[in-house]
C-alpha cells in the first residue's frame, strides 16, 4: 500500500469515527485499534466481540466500538491513539503487537488500556510486572517472539539434512532484534547458518524473496510480526512459487496452505482481550488485573502442502502435532 492511500485511509476513518462516537454517546464506548489489516483480522475482530459477549456486552445493544486500523503502518498508531482518546472512550483494546500497547500507553494515563502482544510486557516497559501491571494498563501476552527456537528446532527435526536457514524479519517491528538473537543462538548450537532477509512492506517482500532464493537456502522461518500476519496470502504465495519448507507463526497460516507452524492461539487470545475489557467496563481496575501469559501451544501441519513439497513427516512430528491439515 502506498503512503497516500494510508494517510488518506487513515483521514476517513478518523472523520467516520468522529460522527460514529457521536452517535453512541448514550452507551458505553470502546477504542479497539489494531497495527494490521481489518481483512485477514477479520476473525480475531471476532474473537474481541465473542469475549465481550460472554461479559455481557454486544457491539450496538450494550456498548459502541470504534475500529481504528493501521493496516502495517506502525508509525500510524500514535495518531490512532491520540484520536480516540480524544473521543473520550471508555476502554482502549490496543491489539496487534507491543506497538499498539506502546502508543495507547503514550496516549493516555486515564483511560483503562487493554492490549494483546507476542513478547515480554514488562522487558519493553508496558508494565510493572505481570501481577501488578500498572495504574490504567493490562493485557495478555503470548510469548509468541520466545518461540522462535522452538519453531527452528521443529523446522529442523521435519529437514535433519537442513544447514543453511532463511529468516524474514520486519526491522521495524520492536521484537525483531530479540527474536534474531535468539535465533542465531539457537542455529548456532544446532550447527546451522542463519540467512537474515527483511521486509518493512509488500514492495519489500520481492527483493527479500529474491534474497532468500539467490542464498540457497534449504527451508525459511517466518519471523513473529502483525505485519507478516496481516499478509499471510501474499507470502504463502511467494514461499510456493519457491517450493520451500516454511515454519510460521501461527495456525492461520498453516490453514492457508503453509507447511507448518507452531504458536498460541491467537483468536482466543483475542477473546481474552474483549474479555478483560468487559471487566473493566464494569468496574474492574486494570492494576488489579494480572496480565495473562498464553500457555497453550499448538503445531499445525499441512500434509497438503508437505505433499506438493514432496516431503515426508517424519511419524514422531506427526505424534506431536494438534491438527493434521489433509
Given at each position: 500500500?502506498?503512503?497516500?492511500?494510508?494517510?488518506?485511509?487513515?483521514?476517513?476513518?478518523?472523520?467516520?469515527?468522529?460522527?460514529?462516537?457521536?452517535?453512541q454517546?448514550?452507551?458505553?464506548?470502546?477504542?479497539?485499534?489494531?497495527?494490521?489489516?481489518?481483512?485477514?483480522?477479520?476473525?480475531?475482530?471476532?474473537?474481541?466481540?465473542?469475549?465481550?459477549?460472554?461479559?455481557?456486552?454486544?457491539?450496538n445493544?450494550?456498548?459502541?466500538?470504534?475500529?481504528r486500523?493501521?493496516?502495517g503502518?506502525?508509525?500510524?498508531?500514535?495518531?490512532?491513539?491520540?484520536?480516540?482518546?480524544?473521543?473520550?472512550?471508555?476502554?482502549?483494546?490496543?491489539?496487534?503487537?507491543?506497538?499498539?500497547?506502546?502508543?495507547?500507553?503514550?496516549?493516555?494515563?486515564?483511560?483503562?488500556?487493554?492490549?494483546?502482544?507476542?513478547?515480554?510486557?514488562?522487558?519493553?516497559?508496558?508494565?510493572?510486572?505481570?501481577?501488578?501491571p500498572?495504574?490504567?494498563?493490562?493485557?495478555?501476552?503470548?510469548?509468541?517472539?520466545?518461540?522462535?527456537?522452538?519453531?527452528?528446532?521443529?523446522?529442523?527435526?521435519?529437514?535433519?539434512q537442513?544447514?543453511?536457514?532463511?529468516?524474514?524479519?520486519?526491522?521495524?517491528?520492536?521484537?525483531?532484534?530479540?527474536?534474531l538473537?535468539?535465533?542465531?543462538?539457537?542455529?548456532?548450537?544446532?550447527?546451522?547458518?542463519?540467512?537474515?532477509?527483511?521486509?518493512?512492506?509488500?514492495?519489500?517482500?520481492?527483493?527479500?524473496?529474491?534474497?532468500?532464493?539467490?542464498?540457497?537456502?534449504?527451508?525459511?522461518?517466518?519471523?513473529?510480526?502483525?505485519?507478516?500476519?496481516?499478509?499471510?496470502?501474499?507470502?504463502?504465495?511467494?514461499?510456493?512459487?519457491?517450493?520451500?519448507?516454511?515454519?510460521?507463526?501461527?495456525?492461520?497460516?498453516?490453514?492457508?496452505?503453509?507447511?507448518?507452524?507452531?504458536?498460541?492461539?491467537?483468536?482466543?487470545?483475542?477473546?481474552?482481550?474483549?474479555?478483560?475489557?468487559?471487566?473493566?467496563?464494569?468496574?474492574?481496575?486494570?492494576a488489579?488485573?494480572?496480565?495473562?501469559?498464553?500457555?497453550?501451544?499448538?503445531?499445525?501441519?499441512?500434509?497438503?502442502?508437505?505433499?506438493?513439497?514432496?516431503?515426508t513427516?517424519?511419524?514422531?512430528?506427526?505424534?506431536?502435532?494438534?491438527?493434521?491439515?489433509?
Amino acid at each position: 500500500m502506498r503512503r497516500r492511500e494510508v494517510v488518506l485511509g487513515l483521514g476517513a476513518a478518523l472523520a467516520l469515527g468522529r460522527g460514529s462516537a457521536a452517535q453512541q454517546a448514550s452507551k458505553p464506548v470502546i477504542g479497539f485499534m489494531n497495527s494490521a489489516s481489518p481483512g485477514p483480522f477479520a476473525h480475531l475482530a471476532a474473537g474481541f466481540r465473542k469475549g465481550l459477549a460472554e461479559e455481557g456486552f454486544v457491539e450496538n445493544r450494550d456498548i459502541g466500538i470504534e475500529w481504528r486500523w493501521a493496516e502495517g503502518r506502525y508509525d500510524q498508531l500514535p495518531a490512532l491513539a491520540e484520536d480516540l482518546v480524544r473521543q473520550k472512550v471508555s476502554v482502549l483494546a490496543a491489539t496487534g503487537g507491543a506497538m499498539s500497547g506502546a502508543a495507547a500507553k503514550k496516549a493516555t494515563r486515564a483511560i483503562p488500556i487493554v492490549f494483546v502482544m507476542g513478547g515480554d510486557p514488562v522487558r519493553l516497559g508496558l508494565v510493572e510486572s505481570l501481577n501488578r501491571p500498572g495504574p490504567n494498563i493490562t493485557g495478555i501476552t503470548q510469548l509468541t517472539v520466545e518461540l522462535g527456537a522452538k519453531r527452528l528446532g521443529l523446522l529442523h527435526e521435519l529437514l535433519p539434512q537442513m544447514r543453511r536457514v532463511a529468516v524474514l524479519l520486519n526491522p521495524d517491528f520492536p521484537d525483531a532484534s530479540p527474536q534474531l538473537r535468539e535465533i542465531e543462538a539457537a542455529s548456532a548450537r544446532a550447527g546451522l547458518v542463519p540467512v537474515l532477509a527483511t521486509a518493512r512492506t509488500e514492495a519489500d517482500f520481492g527483493p527479500a524473496f529474491a534474497t532468500i532464493e539467490q542464498e540457497h537456502v534449504d527451508a525459511l522461518l517466518i519471523g513473529a510480526d502483525p505485519f507478516f500476519n496481516s499478509r499471510r496470502d501474499q507470502l504463502i504465495a511467494l514461499v510456493d512459487r519457491l517450493r520451500m519448507p516454511t515454519m510460521y507463526e501461527f495456525r492461520e497460516f498453516a490453514e492457508a496452505g503453509g507447511l507448518m507452524s507452531y504458536g498460541t492461539d491467537l483468536a482466543d487470545a483475542y477473546r481474552l482481550v474483549g474479555m478483560y475489557v468487559g471487566r473493566v467496563l464494569k468496574g474492574a481496575k486494570p492494576a488489579e488485573l494480572p496480565v495473562i501469559q498464553a500457555t497453550k501451544f499448538e503445531l499445525v501441519i499441512n500434509l497438503n502442502t508437505a505433499k506438493a513439497l514432496g516431503l515426508t513427516i517424519p511419524p514422531t512430528l506427526l505424534a506431536r502435532a494438534d491438527e493434521v491439515i489433509e
